[in-house]
């Protein structure tokens, strides 16, 4: 593994069930954040992690659960799937919360039916 | 008002012309900003960071103005690969390591 990796690259889910997007990092970095891309309104935060075993809430965070058991994944839940979910999933690491660059892995996009 | 914004485009341009995009932000907090690209449907890579000085990689300008809160990126000889979404980027003071993002600004370069 080399950066960054996400999975899976895209799925579509039946409305109501629970379904977890994974993230991979091999970088060390400590910080991870996951993000939800739609039309017109850009790449919005939804859950981040300043270090393995805490998490915190970003702009978007209703329907979402996130934990950082260790440094290198990131998953991200959704506990019961709805529509308004349809997205492109993009998780990011960063080194620091300094102001780093964040390297993003390459996204998963979802359809929730 | 959003927070970061952006002129959609798309910017249809000719190979070899020079473009220049522009970006507001509301948040005189700001600290940090940012030009990512994006290409059709692949994850946002980082252009360039934006510092008070200005700065020059390349073909590529980016500068600050804080008085007006506007951050510029400047492309010059383009090429029909430059053709993707550009990305302006932003954290606050006190945020950690946030981005704030805008929607972007699609550029078209053609022969």
């Known amino acids: 593994i080399a950066g960054i990796t996400q999975a899976p690259t895209s799925q579509i889910l039946a409305a109501g069930r629970r379904m977890t997007l994974r993230c991979t990092q091999d970088m060390r970095h400590n910080a991870m954040y996951w993000y939800r891309q739609d039309l017109g309104l850009g790449l919005r935060l939804i859950h981040y992690s300043n270090t393995a075993g805490t998490t915190g809430k970003g702009e978007v965070p209703d329907g979402y659960s996130v934990s950082r058991a260790n440094t290198d994944d990131f998953p991200l839940t959704l506990a019961s799937a709805v529509p308004s979910q349809t997205s492109v999933y993009f998780c990011?690491?960063?080194?620091?919360?300094?102001?780093?660059?964040?390297?993003f892995g390459p996204g998963t996009r979802l359809t929730v039916l | 008002r959003k927070e970061v914004e952006q002129d959609p485009g798309p910017f249809n341009v000719p190979e070899g012309a020079t473009v220049a995009f522009n970006c507001t932000y509301s948040?005189?907090?700001?600290?940090?900003f940012f030009w990512y690209r994006q290409d059709c449907r692949k994850e946002p890579k980082l252009l360039m960071s934006?510092?008070?000085s200005g700065n020059e990689d390349g073909r590529f300008t980016a500068q600050l103005n804080r008085a007006s809160q506007y951050i510029s990126l400047l492309i010059r000889d383009s090429k029909l690969s430059d053709s993707a979404t550009y990305l302006c980027v932003v954290t606050v003071t006190g945020g950690g390591n946030k981005l704030t993002f805008g929607t972007g600004t699609q550029l078209k370069v053609e022969l």
């Open positions: 948040n005189s907090a700001s600290q940090s």
């Open positions: 990011a690491s960063s080194d620091s919360t300094g102001g780093d660059t964040q390297y």
């Open positions: 934006v510092y008070s």
